[in-house]
């Protein structure tokens, strides 16, 4: 019988075992191993460039505008074009497209296209300038000898015709004019320059038998004026004698009185002006004269004792309302008695005495925007004086906003109220109160808006243009 005797492990041979036999397979390794060269790297950090257009919430940052010595305008709501330098892509005519945020340049840097490719008769034209547009129509003057003409283009592409006898300046451009609201053109007819309106909605035309000299064709603003609805033409002669016409009709409702600052109402309901036989200097009169457009009667307001009235007419927008002032002149100091609002479509007048008392300057605008009224004293502080609450700010060292003046506190009205730059903030300023648009650093030097009245643009010297849609949020 074979007997066997197992002799006991210790406890640390196994363990020890594994140790040695890892031990084994890392210096195989180590031997094994390829030979492997580190070579340095080099590394370049790029750095953080600033997109051209930035969105931050309401507000979008145009960087590196060096200078604007061009345009500075909205095309439409979301396009904008100015001419400048700009850091990294020198002068050009840039576009702003504020809906994708983007800057496209024009190399060349020439003004804006005045050229427009068009196909009329089956001809291409290539003098063509665009002289006015809306979302209705477009007109176009044709230099070109075989179409020459004014031309109107309207939603559809349809293509009307308006004159080949057109008065043209020296630079070959028509001598045009167009409402407020866009429906009627006023044009001057070859060789006897007598006016002729043009309605864009009916393509109908009249011409009125008067003539104007070559001297006053190039000085349309200082004798033509067109209502704001289109519905009347006013002619003031180098007499400073008024006529009006019906656009439509081509009837005399005023033929030939003396007065002076004529103005139409915002409804073309109304003519007013200060009879001229009645002026008590060259910024008060005695006699506001009040023309019924619709039959040519006039009516006079004669001020009592020994006021007079500041000679600033302000239409009220959306009537046939007025608003002129009562006072005292005090060598070139305007002393307020009360405010009038008259509208005399309904005989309804309001007179307001709650700034009695206060001083004007003797020429200083009269604005009135959503009830808000804009004065300036002698002191060179602008006054914003509330038409129904009768409340009044004073603002020290506002001015009208121009790129002339070396300042930084401006004002620019628009149809809701007025735009503000005081010290380094720009806001929106109405009868409702004060909303702040945008800050800025450096020199504000331009300011406009879109035509929607939603979007500010400003340039800041040297350094941005800022867009902010501020303007649109309610209180």
């Known amino acids: 019988m074979k007997i ?220 033509i004026v067109i209502s704001p609805l289109g519905g009347y033409v006013l002619f003031e002669d180098d007499e400073k004698l008024i006529y009006v016409y019906g656009a439509d009709s081509a009837k005399a409702y005023v033929d030939g009185f003396m007065g002076i600052n004529p103005t139409f109402s915002e409804n073309d309901g109304y003519l007013y002006y200060f009879y001229e036989g009645a002026m008590s200097g060259d910024f008060a009169g005695r006699q506001f004269g009040i023309v019924d457009l619709s039959n040519g009667n006039i009516q006079y307001d004669t001020a009592e004792d020994d006021e007079q009235y500041h000679i600033s007419i302000t239409t009220i927008p959306d009537s046939d309302a007025v608003l002129y002032i009562n006072g005292i002149v005090d060598d070139m100091t305007f002393i307020i008695d009360s405010i009038e609002v008259y509208d005399p479509s309904t005989k309804e007048k309001v007179t307001a005495v709650s700034m009695a008392g206060t001083h004007i300057k003797i020429n200083s605008p009269v604005i009135v925007r959503d009830h808000l009224m804009l004065l300036s004293t002698p002191e060179g502080d602008t006054l914003f004086y509330h038409l129904e609450d009768q409340n009044l700010t004073t603002l020290t060292g506002l001015q009208p906003f121009d790129t002339s003046m070396a300042v930084q506190q401006y004002y620019l009205p628009y149809e809701k109220g007025f735009i503000i730059a005081y010290g380094n903030a720009v806001y929106r300023y109405d009868h409702l109160g004060t909303m702040k648009l945008m800050d800025f650093e450096g020199t504000l030097s331009k300011i406009v808006l879109s035509p929607d009245y939603m979007t500010i643009a400003a340039y800041i010297e040297g350094n941005k243009i800022v867009f902010s849609d501020k303007i649109s949020e309610v209180y």
Not at 31 to 36: A, E, F, G, H, M
Not at 56 to 68: C, K, R, S
Not at 107 to 115: L, R
Not at 196 to 222: A, E, G, M, P, W
């Open 4 to 223: 066997i005797i197992k002799k006991k492990t210790p406890k640390w041979h196994k363990p020890a075992k594994i140790i040695a036999v890892l031990l084994l397979l890392v210096f195989a390794y180590w031997q094994l191993k390829p030979n492997v060269e580190v070579t340095p790297q080099e590394v370049v950090i790029t750095p953080f460039i600033p997109e051209e257009v930035e969105r931050d919430g309401a507000i979008i940052d145009v960087n590196d505008i060096q200078t604007i010595n061009g345009q500075f305008r909205f095309v439409d709501d979301q396009t904008f074009i100015f001419k400048g330098t700009h850091a990294k892509k020198g002068e050009a005519l840039y576009e702003v497209d504020l809906q994708n945020l983007t800057l496209r340049g024009d190399v060349d840097g020439d003004e804006p296209i005045t050229t427009t490719e068009l196909t009329i008769q089956n001809q291409s034209p290539e003098n063509v300038t665009l002289l006015y547009y809306n979302d209705l129509y477009s007109m176009y003057y044709i230099a070109d000898d075989a179409l020459r003409g004014l031309y109107k283009i309207d939603s559809e592409g349809n293509v009307y015709q308006i004159s080949k006898r057109m008065a043209v300046s020296e630079n070959d451009q028509p001598y045009t004019i167009v409402s407020d609201n866009g429906t009627k053109l006023v044009y001057f007819e070859t060789g006897t320059n007598r006016i002729v309106t043009y309605d864009f909605i009916t393509n109908k035309k009249k011409i009125i038998q008067r003539s104007l000299t070559l001297d006053q064709l190039n000085h349309l603003q200082d004798y």
